[in-house]
Every structure is written in C-alpha cells, then in structure tokens.
C-alpha cells in the first residue's frame, strides 16, 4: 500500500535513474503530471506521456552522456510531517544545479520561483 504517491514517484524516478532505465512508469494523477512538468522545465526530464488507459505516466528520463540527470533526492514533507515555509524562509539547495520543488498556492514551483513570486508552500523535496 503506498501512503504518498509524492515519495513513491519521486524513489521510482531516482532508482530508474541510478540504474541506467531510459524510461520509468508511474501511477498518474494530476500532482504527478505538474510536478513532472517542473522536472521538464527544469531539465531533469526529457518528456512525459500518459498511456492509453490514463493510469500510468511513461516519463523518459535525462542522461548527459551515461551520467543521469537525477543522481539524488531529498524528501522534506511526508506523511507524518508535513513542511510548510514562508517565502522568506526558503531553502536552497545542495549545489547551484539543484532544484528544491514546493507546492504553492499557484501550483508547482521551484524554490527560485516561489521566491521571485513572493509565495511560501509546502516543500517536498530536493532534486539533485
């Protein structure tokens, strides 16, 4: 039984990258897709796709050369504790590459973006 379809993705993505997988599946919902739509803005994913059913995400993941994009990641929020922050109060992230994903009020935003908008959230977890 998964109690946070954030973790679950999030583990999938990181294990598929570490092990040399082009493509991962996951299960699909709209949180997944906008967070998944952040990784691509944000380079750490090459394109998504929901299949045929609409019960799954096929997301092809990123490789400079045979080093993958994602070679870690950091969960702040879980199921026991969630992490909320104002905008002021913001982490940055381990190294200038990485980026750290917060839910907001206008949706999925990276740190940086949160920033600039002036909005605090909920802090998932970093990506580096």
Do not use: H
Not at 1 to 7: A, E, N, Q, V
Not at 38 to 60: A, H, M, Q
Not at 65 to 77: E, H
């Amino acid at each position: 039984m998964i109690t946070s379809l954030s973790t679950d993705y999030l583990i999938r993505l990181k294990n598929a990258s570490l092990s040399g997988n082009k493509t991962v599946t996951t299960p699909n919902s709209n949180y997944l897709r906008s967070i998944t739509e952040c990784l691509k803005k944000n380079g750490f994913v090459v394109d998504y796709t929901v299949s045929e059913d609409k019960r799954n995400l096929i997301i092809e993941l990123l490789y400079t050369g045979r080093i993958p994009k994602i070679t870690n990641v950091k969960i702040f929020s879980k199921p026991g504790r969630r992490w909320y922050e104002r905008f002021l109060s913001l982490p940055w992230g381990q190294s200038p590459s990485s980026i750290i994903i917060v839910s907001t009020s206008r949706g999925i935003l990276t740190q940086k973006q949160a920033k600039s908008a002036g909005i605090g959230g909920e802090i998932i977890a970093e990506i580096y």
